[in-house]
């Protein structure tokens, strides 16, 4: 257990508490945003909002790949599946999420479509060498994490000639989703009824930045004068990341900082961000559920890989399709919800009866909150306070 047990010590996270709250300046309050889905689901799970003082509080933010696809491309994905010939493999997570009409990759297996779950990109490259007769398309997704694997597949695909395999890219990036949660005119970004929420520091993902290192938060950190502490997933490499980023807020700093030096460096890994380079190129624009059409946010297999591209091979134009007007995902992606707030959470929304994207995926807010949180912190709507 050696490397886990030492990140999950109680006294240790309660010793680290003691020093927050007693560096956490009286009357003044600190907001920090998880980016990740990993770390909104550490901070539902070891409870780290209980260990905090009442003036520092964590929101969530839209780091959860399957929370950020829009239902427009969930749709696409099925109407790919329902094709003759086509079988599209996926991962367990995008089975449920809710598509256009009350849809799902489940339902339109139930009625037919050839929809395989699959662990890895190279299983479906399997699928494909195994069954030559069937067009075999990969519904990728996923921030910078994932990105390098199905670029490695799309290599090995070209590299074995296989002639039915291609790519649904729906992969995503995460700087400019950071941007774009704290682009918003001042006023909005300093009180929840304008429309924003205050954010006043970031936990940087860790997966991400094991891929993309630290320097990617450098020009965001500086412009938007907002510190970020890239941080692991255990609660002590979270009560480390809250303490770090309290102590720059009180120096009037905004650095990027690395908490998690045992796996993330400022580089990051430069052969993973080879392979991605070789074969996607940045998407003009890409619509993300609550952030919208988002430019330079996404990626697409470069043009030498366009045989390899599903969305060239069946013609895939995606149209924008709003989600159902009574979830709250995308303000609960924005952080400006918390998912007990949503009228539809533990009613008619649970991890069995998904209305909205959130609720699907364990790393999902609504889901992680509805694992562990549920019973503690069923608070009412407040204000956020004034930037102090
Ligand atoms: S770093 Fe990992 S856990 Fe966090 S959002 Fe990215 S893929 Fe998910
Ligand atoms: S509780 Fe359900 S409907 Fe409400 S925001 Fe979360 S996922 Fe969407």
Known sequence: MKYIDEYRDGTLARAIATTIASEAVPGRHYQFMEFCGG???????????????????????PGCPVCV?????????????????????????LMRVPASGGGSLLKARSAGADIRMV???????????????RDVVFFAIGFETTTPATAIA????????????????NHVLTPPAIRAVLDVPDDDNADEHTGGVRIDGFVGPAHVSTVIGTTPYVALAKHFRKPVVVAGFEPL????????LVRQINDGRHDVENQYIRMVSEAGNLIAQRAIAEVFEL???FE????????????????????????????????????????????VLRGRTKPAECKLFGTVCSPETPMGSCMVSPEGACAAHWAYGRFRNRVARQPVPAAT
């Open 39 to 61: 770390h909104t689901h550490a901070v539902s799970r070891y409870g780290i909002e209980d260990l905090l003082p009442s003036n520092v509080r964590m929101v969530h933010g």
């Open 69 to 93: 696809l829009p239902v427009g491309r969930i749709d696409d994905a099925i109407a790919l599946a329902l094709r003759p010939g086509v079988t599209l493999c996926t991962y367990a997570d």
């Open 119 to 133: 662990y890895s990109t190279m299983d479906a490259i399997r699928i494909a060498e195994d069954e030559p007769g």
């Open 154 to 169: 799309i290599r090995l695909a070209r590299r074995k000639m296989l002639r039915n395999f291609s790519v649904f890219c």
């Open 237 to 244: 490499d979270m009560m480390q990341a809250i303490l770090m």
């Open 283 to 285: 998407r003009a624009s």
């Open 288 to 331: 993300w559920r609550g952030l919208g059409e988002l430019p330079d946010s996404a990626l697409q297999l470069r043009e030498a890989y366009a045989d390899l591209d599903a969305e060239r091979r069946f013609s895939i134009t995606t149209v924008s399709t709003a989600d159902n007007p009574a979830c709250e995902c995308g303000d």
